[in-house]
């Protein structure tokens, strides 16, 4: 058996975040194929919903870059790693010091998304709530209702370079986090992003998971940026689209097509003779 394994954004989605309808037709080939496909995306459930939609997921699936596998046919995750107070607690020192608004990611007992941040400072902030109220449907509260026995998936943020990078600097000197980072966020070339997590979530691990649980015998995935190292390390075939960070393409079996060309449609439908 073979496993696929999708990474979302700038490999599978077009720069419109969606499937295009090429890509929607292949993913059809390989179901009447039966080869087996999922994804493991830096997204929560509630950010992958939208684009995955009607595509025929039914696979267990990788959120928040390898902290969560969420199980279809349990309605349950596993695999989960969360920080702990302490982490939380010091990191949000750091984006104080910083003025920089941290968004903190929490999961119920009912396997519910919840995101408490503090008052808001800039426009970006603004566009991010819009982004996860409004289109992706995740429930916002002020951190001051963050429940005390919370538990927390991870903390996202956008921020000058600057600021990004000295808090990262500061978070990743405690043992279990890791910090993913990058620019181009909300038209503003100045405007970064960053996601925390507990250093042990990472896609490389979650995907042996899969591998062990299914019963693969062969993972070829496919990624375009740093938080998909892991994987490329993990699977017995990684590629990476012609976007990808150049990182990330030195590692790679191969590097295919642009993501907004289809360029892992093209690949699969010659790959696997679709």
Known sequence: MELIVF????????????????????????RKRDIAFTVATGRTMHGA????????FTLPQIYKNGVMIWHPEKESYSHKYMLTK?????????????????????LDENNQHAAYHPP??????????????????????????????AQITNISALGPFDAVET???????????????????????????MDIHHSEGSKGAAVLQLKKHLGASNVVCFGD???????FETADEAYAPENGLAEVKAVATGVIGHHDEDGIAHFLRERFSL
């Open 120 to 149: 808001i400072q800039t426009d970006a902030d603004a566009r991010l709530i819009e982004e996860l109220s409004v289109n992706r449907g995740l429930p916002l509260n002020p951190v001051s209702e963050l429940p005390e026995d």
């Open 49 to 56: 919903i939208k684009p995955m939609a009607g595509h025929d």
């Open 86 to 106: 302490t982490e939380l607690q010091t990191t949000l020192n750091s984006f104080a010091e910083q003025n920089v608004t941290p968004f903190i990611f929490t």
């Open 225 to 231: 940026s740093d938080n998909d190292l892991s994987m």
């Open 167 to 193: 808090i990262a600097a500061q978070v990743e000197t405690q043992d279990h986090l890791v910090v993913y980072r990058g620019g181009g966020i909300q038209a503003s070339n100045n405007t970064h992003w």
């Open 7 to 30: 990474d979302l954004d700038g490999t599978l989605l077009n720069k419109a975040s969606e499937i295009s309808d090429f890509t929607r037709d292949t993913l059809g080939l390989l």
